[in-house]
């Protein structure tokens, strides 16, 4: 990131500049207050996440500048201390989980006014499982000139996790956070192949484990790999680079990607709380307008730019891993066991594929996920679902800033959806179990999986009540 005194020159100039600029025109300063930034010293905060990228980029391509922020970005100690910063002010916005502002509305954790107008990206996370489970998986894994072929099913999983149940041994796992992405993936692998991963009944039981076969719980993002080398937990499931760490310290393998669980699967958002978007719209489409330009230039002519990005998130101050660790899975390869490396270019997508815009669509995938589980613990009707989403994720304020930048000439109209986007996809396929996911219809999709909650179904005295 520029340091501070060159921020502050730069800053000067820009101020300097546009005096200059309105004088030669006629103009008094507040002649332009209709597009003036209302603050323009911001402080965001990440996770050491590999899929932060579009905020370190921003900041060190000089995106936020361009836009005439000076931004100070600054990593959180976990996801909880993060939510509680944008909430209370310390910080600007963030880099949050994408269950993160719809849990915040729906008041599952801390009840907050929590909005997005921009995605991070697509994809990017990933299961592992220690060296010992991998082995004991490995007998029913389907093989094909040696090596196992992907995607890798839970199936080959399930006769381990009950030979632990029959010992009377808790089989446990790790997931960043319960409104994760992370949570919802590694449990929709589980279910899918007859693993129960537990249900949650709040507000009295929020462990999410009531009935479960494994038992998930939260470890932050960097402690993965010493969590599974200790033993603590037999798997995880975690972004980028912490599965890859795994197989270089060759503690464990990934056994699967979200991107093999489902195809082009939304990952983060940049949030920002409702009040702080209300009292500066400009700023926060100055600061939308940035990330695209940094989502853009990540996947620019085919990942072309993506070797400098991981010299820029191995930086100490961003996520600071091994630059060889970051490159594994971000210049399109990915290492499952040690030596099995293969191609898979759109494991980290943040601009193809419409990537940033925040598809309503996308939302409702994870409140039906958190009805499934049981964070929503009651019947809710389809319309429900949209306006709840509505609420929280801003597609109008994204195509302004994207407007903003075709008239600039940074981008082209064909950059983005159409005007017409009515911010819900069409049915999607390309999920692990085959079943097709309708964001129009989301208690048809709920009955369609044989493990968790759907129709009037609740969770009470610890077993799921009709």
Not at 276 to 298: G, Q
Request: proline share 6%.
């Amino acid at each position: 990131m520029k340091n501070t005194k060159t921020c502050i020159q730069n800053k000067l100039l820009l101020a300097l500049s546009a005096t200059l600029l309105m004088s030669g025109l006629g103009l008094a300063p507040d002649a332009t207050a209709a597009g003036k930034l209302e603050k323009e010293d911001l402080k965001f905060g990440f996770i050491k996440l590999t899929d932060m990228a579009p905020l370190a980029v921003a900041a060190e391509k000089g995106f936020f500048e361009d836009e005439g922020l000076f931004v100070q970005i600054e990593a959180q100690a976990n996801w909880k201390v993060l939510l509680d910063r944008v909430i209370n002010g310390e910080l600007d916005g963030a880099h949050m989980l994408a269950g993160q502002p719809l849990g915040a509305a729906i008041g599952f954790g801390t009840k907050a006014d929590i909005i997005t107008a921009f995605s991070m990206d697509l994809n990017g996370n990933a299961i592992t499982v220690s060296n010992d489970i991998w082995n004991q998986m490995k007998p029913h894994l389907p093989m094909e000139a040696g090596k196992p072929v992907h995607p890798i099913k839970a199936d080959a999983l399930k006769p381990v996790v009950e030979q632990y149940k029959k010992a009377g041994k808790p089989f446990n796992m790790g997931m960043v956070f319960p409104v994760s992405t992370h949570n919802y993936e590694l449990r929709y692998w589980l279910a899918a192949g007859g693993i129960k991963p537990g249900y949650y009944a709040p507000p009295q039981d929020i462990s999410g484990q009531i009935n479960a076969d494994a038992l998930l719980s939260v470890t932050p993002p960097p402690q993965m790999p010493a969590t599974l080398e200790a033993g603590t937990i037999y798997g995880y499931c975690v972004g980028e680079p912490w599965n890859q760490q795994a197989v270089f310290k060759g503690i464990g393998v990934p056994v699967v990607t979200d991107y093999e669980i489902w195809k082009n699967n939304p990952e983060k958002v940049f949030g920002v709380s409702q009040v702080w978007a209300d009292k500066y719209p400009n700023t926060h489409k100055a600061v939308v307008k940035a990330l695209i330009r940094a989502a853009m230039w990540l996947d620019e002519d085919n990942n072309k730019n993506r070797k400098e990005a991981v010299e820029i998130l191995a930086q100490s101050q961003y996520v600071g891993a091994d630059a060889e660790v970051l490159a594994n899975s971000m210049t399109g390869t990915f290492e499952y066991e040690k030596g099995d490396k293969r191609p898979m270019p759109d494991f980290n997508t943040f601009f193809r594929n419409n990537a940033t815009y925040p598809y309503y669509s996308d939302a409702i995938w994870y409140l039906t996920q958190m009805r499934r589980w049981g964070q929503i613990n009651e019947f809710k009707p389809d319309n429900w679902y949209l306006e709840t989403v509505k609420k929280v994720y801003r597609p109008d304020i994204y195509m302004a800033a994207a407007k903003e930048l075709v008239a600039e000439g940074k981008a082209k109209a064909s950059d983005f959806p159409a005007e017409s986007e009515s911010g819900i996809k069409p049915p999607q396929s390309g999920f692990i179990d085959g079943i097709v996911y309708d964001a129009s219809k989301p208690n048809d999709y709920l009955a369609k999986f044989a493990i968790g909650l759907k129709a009037k179904q609740t969770v009470s005295g610890g077993k799921v009540v009709e």
